[in-house]
């Protein structure tokens, strides 16, 4: 499975847009780039997934370059309830659906 | 989405003793699922992978005697950590992932169970 890299922790304000970054160097051809959210004391949530180029859904944005050794996860106009713990993962159905969790980042939004 | 239902979201219990959690899936009919355990501050790591109608599958380190992972049913798996000491104080949290041929899909994850051990 491709280890993922990404910052521990950000701060951002109500309204801004938070762009957190992940490396994936090791990706494989079959792996998709997936995104989860996890408040405290909660399991995590789907948030948006992506093979190439851009993603966007309801709740977020996702860019992932021509080499797909990164992606960025971008919530627009975040509000105090968007601090969490966000995390990337890279893979497919060939690993078995087993999902390995990096450090993951530790978003905080102020007031 | 599909929904995944964990039961106690809570539970202290003395050392020593045994505490079930339990698994269940609502609206779908699971032949995998997994476990989780998440100790503060940190990320999830992978425990077991349930396979129903036949034994886990333990990752390297978590001792198989010791969490007991019961999947009799396509609705239902349980946690059983016994003889449970401090040190098994953690955030267990279970997880469902449907299969799609051709593509990676999303996870299904429980509230997940706080077990306090003193």
């Known amino acids: 499975l491709a280890k993922t890299t990404q910052p521990i922790s950000m701060d951002s304000y109500e309204g801004q847009e938070v762009n957190i970054t992940c490396s994936h160097n090791?990706?494989?051809?079959?792996?998709?780039i997936t995104w989860y959210q996890q408040f405290p004391s909660q399991g995590p949530r789907f948030i948006i997934q992506g093979y190439k180029t851009k993603v966007t859904n309801e709740v977020a944005s996702l860019f992932i370059p021509a080499d797909r050794k990164s992606s960025t996860l971008s919530l627009p106009r975040v509000s105090l309830s968007d601090t969490a713990v966000y995390y990337c993962l890279v893979g497919d159905e060939a690993a078995g659906n087993k999902l390995t969790f990096g450090g993951g980042t530790r978003v905080l939004v102020k007031p | 989405g599909a929904v995944v239902s964990q039961h106690p979201s809570r539970v202290i219990c003395k050392s020593g003793t045994s505490v079930k959690i339990e698994c269940r899936s609502l609206d779908f009919q699971a032949t995998t699922m997994f476990w989780y355990r998440q100790f503060p501050k940190q990320s999830l790591m992978l425990m077991a992978t349930s396979n129903e109608g036949s034994k886990a599958t333990y990752e390297q380190g978590v001792e198989k005697d010791k969490f007991l992972i019961n999947h009799a049913s396509l609705t239902l798996s349980t946690l059983t950590v016994t003889s449970a000491h401090p040190e098994d104080s953690s955030f267990y949290i279970c997880?469902?992932?449907?299969?799609?041929?051709?593509?990676?899909?999303?996870?299904?994850f429980g509230q997940g169970t706080r077990l306090t051990v003193v």
């Open positions: 997880s469902y992932k449907s299969h799609n041929r051709g593509q990676d899909t999303e996870a299904f």
């Open positions: 090791n990706i494989a051809t079959n792996d998709y």
